[in-house]
């Protein structure tokens, strides 16, 4: 039993790569498709949230289970704080189950890189994390059904010196097979070369978004992330099917 659309195995020989990034399950779902079962009901997240990865990676196979399909955070009774304004306000509404926040039209968008590091990060992304969870909070979410995730080790530093300890701030790799009701997205990419890096491996997106029980909150610049067409089609998706907000 396993999942081949989530994060390949983790192979640190370079010699040894090109033999083992593709597992054993893989290898016998390609060879014996019609021997192989997939499980079509999922118990965990919103419809809303569903719809984007099932459509994506399971062709549109994935069903959302009655007790699950409506799941928000107004239906386990969150409101608004009142004294949170703006497009944060926008964001945190939770009647709305899915929410990205465009940071492409802001001048500070950029991801910057430390000195003597191959990872990245972006301090625009990790201040509007911050604002989100403290909105989050003063609704009375408990700290520990939230969830930030990013792709960059040096962007999982930043937040993290930036929030309570109590939320789990974690790379994708360190959130497969978890789930919190709220999940925070932070992209990180964003520069004029239209560089993902491994953010082409789709399958970090998936796991990525399905954490998510009730609210997913996804932040990036997506003029930088929309040269790849399935974040284009992420962007259109929410654009239509929950609330698009564009952070200037």
Same mark, same amino acid.
Request: proline fraction near 4%.
């Given at each position: 039993a396993g999942d081949h659309k989530q994060l390949p195995p983790t192979v640190l020989n370079l010699q040894a790569q090109k033999i083992l990034s593709t597992s054993l399950f893989e290898k016998l779902i390609e060879l014996y498709p019609e021997r192989s079962l997939m499980l079509r009901v999922q118990y965990r997240m919103n419809e809303k949230i569903m719809e984007f990865p099932s459509k994506v990676f399971y062709g549109g196979l994935l069903k959302a289970h009655e007790s699950v399909k409506e799941r928000t955070l107004s239906s386990l009774g969150y409101e608004l704080p009142e004294n949170v304004k703006g497009p944060i306000r926008e964001a945190l509404d939770p009647k709305e189950p899915i929410t990205l926040i465009d940071t492409s039209l802001h001048p500070g968008k950029w991801e910057r890189q430390r000195r003597g590091s191959t990872s990245r990060e972006n301090a625009l992304e990790a201040s509007i994390v911050k604002k989100v969870l403290e909105g989050f909070l003063e609704?009375?979410?408990?700290? &520990? &059904?939230?969830?930030?995730?990013?792709?960059?080790?040096? $962007?999982?530093d930043l937040i993290k010196s930036q929030?309570?300890?109590? =939320?789990?701030?974690?790379? +994708?790799?360190?959130? $497969?097979?978890?789930?919190?009701?709220?999940? +925070?997205?932070?992209?990180?990419?964003?520069?004029? &070369?239209?560089?993902?890096?491994?953010? &082409?491996?789709?399958?970090?997106?998936?796991?990525?978004?399905?954490?998510?029980?009730?609210?997913?909150? =996804?932040?990036?610049?997506?003029?930088?992330?929309?040269?790849?067409?399935?974040?284009?089609?992420?962007?259109?998706? +929410?654009?239509?099917h929950g609330r698009l907000i564009l952070y200037r």
């Open positions: 609704m009375g979410v408990p700290p &520990e &059904e939230i969830g930030v995730i990013t792709p960059y080790d040096d $962007q999982v929030i309570s300890d109590s =939320i789990e701030v974690s790379s +994708v790799d360190g959130f $497969q097979g978890k789930e919190k009701e709220v999940i +925070v997205i932070s992209f990180v990419r964003s520069n004029k &070369e239209k560089d993902l890096g491994f953010l &082409e491996d789709l399958r970090r997106l998936n796991v990525s978004i399905t954490r998510a029980k009730s609210k997913l909150v =996804i932040v990036g610049d997506f003029k930088t992330l929309s040269s790849h067409p399935v974040y284009k089609s992420l962007r259109d998706y +929410v654009k239509t």
